[in-house]
């Protein structure tokens, strides 16, 4: 039995997107089980749902060989141990595309809370809090940073194959999208390069085909 990655709404959340994508690049055979998060009644279809895979009660949750890890790091860290060119091989570079994968995990919190993750979504641009403005400022730097030092001719952050923090980086560009926010031309001809790569596009069409709407979400 191969393993099963347990995600929520595609068009919605970014943690499953991220770990489907290392899966999917490290090229690990597994299957995917998507779950409806939100929607009318959720609270009491919680329990049958994403509590039954998950202890932590969230997704991405991978489940393989009678073990159950719920956590997108976690999982890409996993995957990294049977792909370790989810890793970049060099070690200066791999500690850089560590801590940019962890700032993204433990951070961003006024970015997340006000663009959230839809893919479907196309809004005005419009002016942003100083705390949003803030952070994306800091992301900016963050891909200008790494993409000078260790991407050579690109197109991703550390070269021409995709790597973990890619994966972690990829619902931002979506984010981006969504909220027609203006980058630098260097960031966002990365952010375009992680939207058009095969395995978001294909992540892509699959929420394109999604019929569960978030409505308190679809407003941000
Ligand atoms: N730190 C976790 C966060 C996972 C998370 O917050 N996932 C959201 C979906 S994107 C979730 O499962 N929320 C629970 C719910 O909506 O019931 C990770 O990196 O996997």
Same mark, same amino acid.
């Given at each position: 039995?191969?393993?099963?990655?347990?995600?929520?709404?595609?068009?919605?959340?970014?943690?499953?997107?991220?770990?489907?994508?290392?899966?999917?690049?490290?090229?690990?055979?597994?299957?995917?089980?998507?779950?409806?998060?939100?929607?009318?009644?959720?609270?009491?279809?919680?329990?049958?749902?994403?509590?039954?895979?998950?202890?932590?009660?969230?997704?991405?949750?991978?489940?393989?060989?009678?073990?159950?890890?719920?956590?997108?790091?976690?999982?890409?860290?996993?995957?990294?141990?049977?792909?370790?060119?989810?890793? $970049?091989?060099?070690?200066?570079? =791999?500690? %850089? *595309?560590?801590?940019?994968?962890? !700032?993204?995990?433990?951070?961003?919190?006024? &970015?997340?809370?006000?663009?959230?993750?839809?893919?479907?979504?196309?809004?005005?641009?419009?002016?942003?809090?100083?705390?949003?403005?803030?952070?994306?400022?800091?992301?900016?730097?963050?891909?200008?940073?790494?993409?000078?030092?260790?991407?050579?001719?690109?197109?991703?952050?550390?070269?021409?194959?995709?790597?973990?923090?890619?994966?972690?980086?990829? $619902?931002?560009?979506?984010?981006? =999208?969504? %909220? *027609?926010?203006?980058?630098?031309? !260097?960031?966002?001809?990365?952010?375009?390069? &992680?939207?058009?790569?095969?395995?978001?596009?294909?992540?892509?069409?699959?929420?394109?085909?999604?019929?569960?709407?978030?409505?308190?979400?679809?407003?941000?």
């Amino acid at each position: 039995m191969p393993p099963v990655l347990y995600i929520g709404n595609q068009n919605y959340s970014s943690w499953s997107m991220r770990a489907w994508l290392v899966m999917r690049w490290g090229k690990i055979p597994f299957e995917t089980r998507v779950l409806q998060l939100g929607g009318p009644g959720y609270g009491e279809r919680q329990m049958s749902t994403v509590l039954a895979v998950s202890p932590s009660g969230t997704v991405p949750a991978l489940h393989w060989d009678g073990e159950v890890i719920s956590d997108s790091l976690a999982i890409s860290e996993w995957a990294a141990e049977r792909a370790p060119t989810l890793w $970049p091989r060099d070690e200066t570079a =791999r500690a %850089y *595309a560590r801590a940019a994968t962890c !700032e993204m995990h433990s951070s961003f919190g006024a &970015l997340r809370a006000k663009l959230p993750c839809n893919l479907r979504r196309r809004a005005e641009p419009r002016r942003w809090s100083e705390d949003v403005d803030r952070e994306i400022a800091r992301i900016e730097a963050v891909w200008a940073l790494l993409y000078a030092r260790f991407a050579g001719t690109g197109p991703y952050l550390f070269g021409a194959s995709p790597t973990i923090p890619d994966a972690f980086f990829t $619902p931002v560009a979506t984010r981006f =999208r969504s %909220y *027609a926010v203006t980058l630098s031309s !260097e960031c966002q001809r990365y952010a375009d390069s &992680l939207l058009g790569n095969e395995a978001f596009q294909a992540w892509q069409a699959e929420s394109t085909r999604e019929v569960w709407s978030m409505p308190e979400w679809d407003g941000a």
